[in-house]
């Protein structure tokens, strides 16, 4: 329904392209194949003690009255890992060398020391859920509590107390990117300078699903089978098998459905080898699943940096230099990707969608007290966009000048761009989308709402965030295409958590082969059936897994057609495909066709032991840039502070859109989530204890449905050349645009108390206490 409470299809919804997704009917009526579903089949039940301190020593753990409980198979500890062997949780990311990046050991159950609340200590292993509880509360385990630090500015300070060895000072690595002279050039010779200090709060993934893993060894084969709640299964049994120091093609992962990841499923967790190795010891198979505080207590965090940007202008307002310098929070372990999401990723999408001459990025990551950080939906675009364009708005209050008027000045406009840190954007309609968003959003009405907003004793603000997401190419990507007696296979190394692979990259393949939709089966996130791929994450699927498909789709058709000549008895010139089907043509008409089913027997017939099969492998480096501007508008209640999203409008360029409907559904989603992230959802921590604040629903909030109004979402497809389909990529996008959009608006409501930035969470207590200043 729409904001005039019209009940009618959006202009996604109306696209002929826009298939309903088909794995709908399966969620919705209770088919999902979701981990903690699967029958038990006399699996064994493990529960992790964890550190209820920020940080300690472990002076003992006795386990003596826990085994004793009915029930109990096994209690471990660390030190039973170190004993035989089993390693260190490795981070996969790597930064140069000058970055100097520390990985310190993490073994999947502490040694001698705790680092985080949530930290895990022991696993206990029982015939029932019941008995591991009731034994884990018997564990007696002498802790020495030590100083704690969680702030990660505080970390790097002289004086703060040392969480390893192995990183002076707190420090994880130092990364510098960009002209440090000729930018220190460009501000001597700015006409204006507006410096902004803000935290990019940090924030828990929260998805619907909490991690689970179900752990099974095969002693005939010597193999480990790992079913997880997850993502990036290739990635995760690379990590896993080092980890318990066997080849990966030992290992085999296995992804059901998955409700919910951004990002944080994508990581290497401790108790994944820890329930492996139980399980080769114990020999049977281990079902693992985390309750809500586990999951806000050790599941990986996202975003958590403290930066102070400059943004350099000349007396015309044309930005000249940007400069930024960030603390990164890591939590007290380098996860598997978490340094990237403040080094590499941001990289390409700093500066945004504007023509700045020079830009650099200076980072220093910091080891701390809490949960480990890791890649966050947007990880590192979010936070490069978001600095920006508040620094944007603050200019142009300095100014005098109108905000979007500002960005007009500077956006890019001639392509291909390289940028000041060496990226070249291909193509978009930057100033044009803002146009379009502005007109889309009523601009020329705001004046008049605000009016009313005011006659009911409210503040009303309008907001402008533009955004450049940044959608990776590496690592490659591979597909498969096979023809099965009863459908065609479609296996990709992507791995959809409820972005509709299902639905849109059968889609895909479907138009290439002409055929119809419920002739192909989707398989995904199965090492076994999937033996390589890159991975999920980036918004890089239909980028890199739909040109690998696209790929399969031509190596398919190449490696039938000489079997189809021959059934066909013609020459390979004479026979064309069509609309699932092989055509031998003659001067005098068709005289005969075979399907890709008939291919396919025809191998089986001959006695060949081969499945007809084509395989894609996508080796591209190149990004793609999506982009667009959104516009928020809020309500503030001038007596509490209270903040309500009133109109949020979207103008979005991903490129050429397989499903629009699927795409709308995707933004949808991710704005939900960057309005949390600027509105409500704050991990906390406090600043001396090292406890967490915010372990549970009752202290972590997240957007409802009645806090966000209807979302008014548009698309502009300008394609790219960086793949044959031309798309850019949307699954992070909404989460990219949103914040600064929202901040924008509520700053602006705010102008009148003289209030020129609020940091994220614009809480109502926050913003009740700025009015009071």
């Known amino acids: 329904m729409t904001r005039e409470g019209r009940d009618v299809l959006t202009a996604a919804a109306r696209d002929p392209r826009s298939l309903r997704r088909v794995e709908d009917e399966r969620f919705l009526t209770g088919q999902g194949r979701y981990l903690d579903d699967a029958p038990a089949n006399g699996q064994l039940v493990a529960v992790v003690l964890r550190s209820p301190h920020a940080h300690a020593d472990i002076r003992s753990v006795d386990a003596a009255d826990a085994l004793q409980v009915a029930g109990v198979r096994a209690i471990f500890t660390g030190e039973d890992l170190a004993r035989d062997g089993v390693g260190h949780l490795p981070c996969s990311l790597t930064l140069d060398e000058a970055a100097g990046l520390v990985v310190p050991p993490r073994p999947p159950l502490c040694l001698g020391r705790v680092r985080h609340v949530g930290d895990p200590v022991a696993l206990v292993v029982a ?7 009731d034994a884990l509360e018997q564990i007696v385990v002498n802790y020495e509590t030590l100083p704690a630090v969680t702030d990660p500015t505080e970390a790097l300070s002289p004086d703060a107390p040392a969480l390893w060895a192995e990183a002076q000072g707190n420090r994880a690595f130092h990364y510098r990117r960009g002209d440090f002279a000729a930018t220190r050039l460009q501000f001597d010779a700015a006409a204006h300078v507006v410096e902004l200090d803000l935290v990019n709060n940090r924030v828990a993934a929260a998805a619907m699903e909490p991690r689970a893993a179900i752990a099974r060894w095969d002693e005939a084969g010597d ?13 995760i049994r690379r990590e896993t098998a080092t980890v318990l120091g066997v080849a990966p093609d030992r290992v085999d992962l296995v992804c059901p459905d998955v409700g919910g990841g951004f990002g944080m499923k994508n990581v290497t967790y401790p108790e994944y080898p820890l329930l492996l190795w139980a399980a080769r010891r114990l020999r049977a198979p281990i079902r693992w699943v985390a309750d809500r505080t586990e999951e806000f207590t050790s599941g990986a965090h996202g975003r958590d940096n403290h930066t102070r940007a400059r943004l350099a202008l000349d007396a015309d307002g044309r930005f ?25 990723a941001p990289t390409p999408a700093m500066g945004g969608l504007y023509d700045i001459p020079a830009v650099t990025m200076d980072v220093r990551g910091a080891f701390t007290n809490t949960a480990p950080v890791d890649a966050y939906r947007g990880a590192g675009k ?59 959003a009523d601009r020329a009405g705001f004046d008049a709402r605000k009016a009313q907003s005011a006659a009911s004793g409210k503040l009303r603000g309008f907001g402008v965030g533009c955004f450049l997401e940044t959608s990776r190419g590496q690592p490659d990507e591979e597909a498969w295409l096979r023809v099965r007696p009863d459908a065609i296979e479609v296996a990709i190394g992507t791995q959809s958590n409820g972005q509709g692979h299902e639905t849109s990259f059968v889609q895909l393949v479907a138009d290439r082969l002409g055929l119809p939709h419920d002739r192909f089966r989707f398989v995904q996130g199965d090492t076994r059936t999937v033996p390589r791929g890159g991975g999920h994450g980036g918004a890089r699927s239909v980028h890199m897994g739909g040109t690998a498909l696209l790929l399969a789709a031509e190596d398919l058709l190449r490696r039938a057609l000489p079997i189809a000549a021959r059934l066909l008895q013609a020459d390979e010139a004479a026979v064309a495909y069509s609309d699932g089907a092989f055509t031998a043509l003659t001067p005098e008409g068709v005289s005969g066709t075979v399907d890709l089913s008939g291919v396919a027997r025809a191998l089986v017939e001959a006695g060949q032991d081969e499945t007809l099969e084509g395989h894609g492998d996508n080796r591209c480096d190149r990004y793609t840039f999506p982009n667009g501007c959104h516009i928020a508008e809020v309500e503030v209640d001038r007596n509490s502070g209270a903040v309500t999203l009133a109109r949020y409008t979207a103008v979005d360029d991903y490129g050429v859109l397989l499903n629009p409907l699927l795409a709308e559904g995707q933004i949808h989603g991710g704005v939900a989530q960057g309005i949390g992230q600027a509105l409500m959802e704050e991990a906390l921590y406090e600043r001396d204890g090292g406890q967490i604040l915010s372990a549970t629903f009752m202290d972590y909030a997240m957007p409802r449905g009645g806090d966000l109004p209807w979302l008014d979402i548009r698309f502009v497809e300008i394609p790219t050349d960086a793949n044959p389909i031309g798309a850019k ?44 200043g």
């Open 729 to 772: 990529g949307s699954g992070q996008a909404g989460a990219i645009a949103a914040p600064q959009a929202v901040i924008n608006a509520v700053v602006d409501a705010l102008r009148p108390f003289g209030v020129e930035h609020i940091d994220m969470p614009a809480t109502a207590e926050r913003v009740w206490r700025a009015m009071r």
């Open 223 to 235: 193999r480990f089978l790992l079913e997880l709640s997850g993502a990036s299964v290739h990635q």
């Open 127 to 133: 015939n029932t859920r019941r008995a591991a509880v």
């Open 320 to 344: 000249l230099a940007l400069s930024v310098e960030t603390v990164a929070n890591l939590g007290a372990y380098v996860s598997s990707l978490g340094p990237g999401a403040a080094t590499t």
């Open 382 to 440: 979010p936070e490069a966009n978001y600095l920006l364009e508040r620094l944007i708005d603050i200019a142009a209050g300095r100014l005098g000048v109108d905000a979007a008027d500002l960005r007009r000045r500077n956006f890019i406009r001639a392509f291909p761009h390289r940028n000041a840190l060496g990226f070249t954007i291909d193509c978009g309609e930057f100033a044009e989308n803002l146009e379009r968003a502005l007109l889309a």
